[in-house]
């Protein structure tokens, strides 16, 4: 079973950073690896993705200020982020998709950012 375990959310000022970590159970560097953040009354949306190939993608609204990585060493993937805004305020999850397209989600954790 795959299990996938977020911390590193917090509140902060805005223009402020923080770095999200996700321990998985399994390998992260033969999976994809993605960020995705739920506001409240919104539907999830993808931020960033890094593919078992090593392809990186981000959302429009955080390409710049954002930043994927993955340590395999740990099996876990980061995602730090800098200059950040109110409207980046939401929960954000951990997802790991195998190569058989199976999808796992972690816990979630919250993301607070004041102005």
């Known amino acids: 079973q795959v299990q996938l375990v977020e911390s590193g959310g917090g509140l902060v000022q805005a223009g402020g950073s923080l770095r999200l970590s996700c321990e998985s159970s399994?390998?992260?560097?033969?999976?994809?690896m993605g960020w995705y953040r739920q506001a409240p009354g919104k539907q999830r949306e993808l931020v960033a993705l890094i593919t078992r190939g090593n392809n990186i993608n981000y959302s429009d609204s955080v390409k710049g200020r954002f930043t994927i990585s993955i340590d395999n060493g740990k099996n876990t993937v980061y995602l730090q982020m800098n200059s950040l805004k109110p409207e980046d305020t939401a929960v954000y999850y951990c997802?790991?998709?195998?190569?058989?397209?199976?999808?796992?989600w972690g816990q979630g954790t919250q993301v607070t950012v004041s102005s």
């Open positions: 997802n790991l998709v195998t190569w058989n397209y199976r999808s796992y």
């Open positions: 399994v390998s992260v560097s033969i999976n994809d």
